[in-house]
């Protein structure tokens, strides 16, 4: 099975800055060949979409997030990252690293993120 596990998480001011990582590891037959990224579940609301490093295409991010936060990935390393800055506190939530090969998606356990005011 596909396995991605997410790091770096953490408690963090208002403004402040975080970066979280993301290993890929598994059955994936080449990490260069499928897309990887990043949603998060904030308190009463659903998962959103938050970051995507397609490997066909361009990053993109969505509306809350772009100009705040940047998606690298290193196929070398069978790692993205999410590198966030001017954190807000409606930054606050659960972030779960994603991929997606011919079809199946495989998800990490996510790793809180806390924005305080």
């Known amino acids: 099975q596909v396995r991605l596990v997410e790091s770096g998480g953490g408690l963090v001011q208002a403004g402040g800055s975080l970066r979280l990582t993301c290993v890929v590891s598994?059955?994936?037959?080449?990490?260069?060949?499928?897309?990887l990224g990043w949603h998060r579940q904030t308190p009463g609301k659903q998962r959103e979409f938050v970051a995507l490093?397609?490997?066909?295409?361009?990053?993109s991010y969505s509306g809350a997030v772009k100009g705040r936060f940047t998606i690298t990935r290193v196929n070398a390393k069978s790692t993205v990252y999410l590198d966030m800055k001017n954190l807000k506190p409606e930054d606050t939530g659960v972030y779960y690293c994603?991929?997606?090969?011919?079809?199946?998606?495989?998800w990490g356990q996510g790793t809180q993120v806390t924005v305080s005011s």
């Open positions: 994603f991929t997606n090969e011919r079809g199946v998606s495989s």
């Open positions: 598994g059955t994936i037959e080449s990490i260069s060949t499928v897309p």
């Open positions: 490093a397609s490997a066909v295409d361009g990053n």
